[in-house]
Structure formats: C-alpha cells, structure tokens
C-alpha cells in the first residue's frame, strides 16, 4: 500500500514538474515573439560590441559553471562566443578586474548596469513595456529563460574607483525598486551585485532555448542616468 501511495505521489510530481516546464517553455517563446515585433534582435556579437566598444580586445572573465577550471581569461569574443553556444552554464562579467582576479576590491571598469528580472512573465513583460520601463529605458533587454535581463550600457566605460562603486550600486537599487512596481509575477533580484555575471548572450538556456537580445535604445551617459535616478 506504502509502495503504491509513493509510485503515485512520484508520478504527481513529475506530471506538476512536465507541466511547469512546458509552461516556461512557452513562456520564453512567448516574451520572444513580443520582442521580436516591438525591438530589433541585435546578434551576440554585436551585442558585445556594443557593450565592450573599444575594450572588445581586452580580456574578459568567461565564467563556466560545470568546469573544474571555472574563470577562463580570454580576449577574443569570438572564442568566447563559440565556447559559450553550446553551453547553458556560461556567463560573462559586464566588467573588467585588474588582473582578472574577480572580486569588489579589483573592479576596475563597468561596461553596463544589468538588472536581473526573475520569474518574468509575457503579461510582467508587456506591462514594462506599456509603461516605458518606468521612464528609463534600458539600452538592451536580453530574454535570458526564466526571466529577463535590463542592460542599461554605459557610452564608455566606468572607471571604478572606490568612492563610484557605491554610487553605481545605489544606482542599480533605485533601478530595481523602480522596475519591480511593474511587476506582477517576477521580482528584482536584490541579491546580484555590480559585479554579477550574467548569462552569455547566444548561449543556452536551463531549458536549452537560446538567450537572444534586443535593441530597446541607446546606451547611456552615466551622469545623465544618474541624474534620472535622483
């Protein structure tokens, strides 16, 4: 009787679990459609240029989850994009470190403000989109699986000395608690800091769908966005 009542709680399970990732499944195609018909797809390439501009040859923090090796240094995005395609544990640093040694205290240049929109659905996405992202629009959105990444890039890199570290921090709380008045479903997560890695762009997904981004509008100079924040 025991081993018939824990087949079928087994078999409940897994039914909830097919379900739950057939519906984000369709969830991702679904806030990929609404991009597609309101925003230019922009490829991972020229996302990256966008990002990086003439930093692009300098070396970046690939970061590779399942790898014994987890930090690969490496300075052409090229490599870095090919490594990544077939992979769903890939993620970069928007971010340049001295020495490439990954930590707060060698933050040396940010590239971009990325606000981390967890659990997004198609109706948190048309919502932000009907409201103009509160009033600041992110220069890139990437629709990243689950949920979706706000890339607010800079027009040149931020040289992170230690009294801007806070101020660009505080920036993105502001973002964040501003964005997540437009939500219903998703929240901001509060937990990434200025120096996250994010999901490569091209890569795969958890569910092997391909993270894409798109063109909302121009990067920004920093101390107009800040002065928006304030």
Request: hydrophobic share 40%; net charge positive.
């Amino acid at each position: 009787m025991q081993t018939a009542t824990a087949t079928a709680t087994t078999t409940t399970q897994s039914r909830t679990s097919a379900r739950k990732v057939a519906r984000m499944r369709a969830d991702f195609l679904a806030k990929n459609n609404m991009l597609t018909k309101r925003y230019p797809q922009v490829s991972p390439l020229d996302y990256y240029l966008t990002m990086f501009g003439r930093d692009v040859d300098e070396e970046h923090v690939l970061l590779l989850l399942q790898d014994k090796q987890k930090y690969h240094k490496l300075s052409d995005i090229d490599e870095i994009l090919t490594i990544a395609q077939q992979r769903s544990d890939a993620f970069i640093f928007p971010a340049a470190f001295y020495h490439s040694y990954v930590n707060m205290d060698t933050l040396q240049k940010i590239y971009a403000i990325t606000i981390d929109l967890d659990g997004v659905s198609p109706r948190d996405l048309a919502n932000l989109m009907t409201h103009n992202y509160t009033g600041v629009r992110p220069s890139r959105i990437v629709n990243s699986g689950h949920g979706v990444h706000l890339v607010y890039m800079f027009t040149a890199p931020i040289e992170c000395y230690n009294y801007i570290k806070p101020i660009i921090a505080r920036m993105a709380k502001i973002l964040k608690a501003r964005l997540s008045t437009l939500l219903q479903d998703g929240h901001a997560d509060y937990k990434t800091s200025i120096m996250h890695s994010y999901r490569v762009v091209g890569s795969l997904t958890k569910l092997g769908q391909i993270a894409t981004a798109f063109a909302v509008d121009d990067p920004w100079e920093v101390t107009r966005l800040a002065n928006l924040l304030h």
